[in-house]
Nanobody
Framework: QVQLVESGGGLVRPGESLILSCATSGFTFRNAYMSWYRQAPGKEREFVAKISYTGRSTVYAESVKGRFTISRDNSKNMATLQMNSLKPDDTAMYYC????????WGQGTQVTVSS
């Protein structure tokens, strides 16, 4: 049974940081592209960042480039998203995605950026 479990969300002030984690099981993690998406209230889910199998290649949405860093640990079957200099516009539910022949999704973790 495939599982992706996100954690690390919370309420922070603008300019602060958070680290999101995605713990996975049930598939061959090292063979999966890992991504993070987010969905704000009333908006469609949008791409945030993705990382290749080995971690050597990453891609970011323009809105987070230079502030967010995606990484993975293939020995722990885990992906992370380091989020710095958070803005109110970053407020959303953040979802972990694995592509291993098909898409798998976690349940999401809420990030709220507010003063």
């Amino acid at each position: 049974q495939v599982q992706l479990v996100e954690s690390g969300g919370g309420l922070v002030r603008p300019g602060e940081s958070l680290i999101l984690s995605c713990a996975t099981s049930g598939f061959t993690f090292r063979n999966a592209y890992m991504s993070w998406y987010r969905q704000a209230p009333g908006k469609e889910r949008e791409f945030v960042a993705k990382i290749s199998y080995t971690g050597r290649s990453t891609v970011y949405a323009e809105s987070v480039k230079g502030r967010f860093t995606i990484s993975r640990d293939n020995s722990k079957n885990m992906a992370t998203l380091q989020m710095n200099s958070l803005k109110p516009d970053d407020t959303a539910m953040y979802y972990c995605n694995a592509f291993a022949g098909r898409d798998y999704w976690g349940q999401g973790t809420q990030v709220t950026v507010s003063s």
